[in-house]
Nanobody, 117 residues
Framework: QVRVVESGGGLVQPGGSLRLSCTASGSKFSIYAMGWYRQAPGKQRELVAVKTSAGTTNIADSVKGRFTISRNNAEKTVYLQMNRLKPEDTAVYYC???????????WGQGTQVTVSS
C-alpha cells in the first residue's frame, strides 16, 4: 500500500510565501510522477504542477514564475514553493503520486492554503 502525506498549508497575506511538502511511502510502488492539484471553493480541481521521474515538469500558466516544484529523496518527496501568493491561489492543495501502472494513483488528504489580507 502507498501513503501520501502533505504538510505546509496555512494562512498568508497577498504577496507572501508558503512551502508545501509531500512524501509518498510504500516500497512496492514505482513512482512515475508526483505533483500538486488544487480545488478552490465552487471550482473544479485543477493541475498546479507535476514532475515525472524522467525530469519532465509541467506547471500551470496561472502559477508560472511564482511557483516551483522540486523533487528529492529518490522521487519519494516533492515540494511546492509558492511565492507572490494571490487571493486567487486560495484552495485546498492535494498531492498525488502516480505509478507506472495506471491503476496506481494515490492522493493525500489535502492541505488548505488561504491567501487573504
Amino acid at each position: 500500500q502507498v501513503r501520501v502525506v502533505e504538510s505546509g498549508g496555512g494562512l498568508v497575506q497577498p504577496g507572501g510565501s508558503l512551502r508545501l511538502s509531500c512524501t509518498a511511502s510504500g516500497s512496492k510502488f514505482s513512482i512515475y510522477a508526483m505533483g500538486w492539484y488544487r480545488q478552490a471553493p465552487g471550482k473544479q480541481r485543477e493541475l498546479v504542477a507535476v514532475k515525472t521521474s524522467a525530469g519532465t515538469t509541467n506547471i500551470a500558466d496561472s502559477v508560472k514564475g511564482r511557483f516551483t516544484i522540486s523533487r528529492n529523496n529518490a522521487e519519494k518527496t516533492v515540494y511546492l514553493q509558492m511565492n507572490r501568493l494571490k487571493p486567487e491561489d486560495t484552495a485546498v492543495y492535494y498531492c498525488t503520486a502516480v505509478g507506472y501502472d495506471p491503476r496506481e494513483e494515490y492522493w493525500g488528504q489535502g492541505t488548505q492554503v488561504t491567501v487573504s489580507s
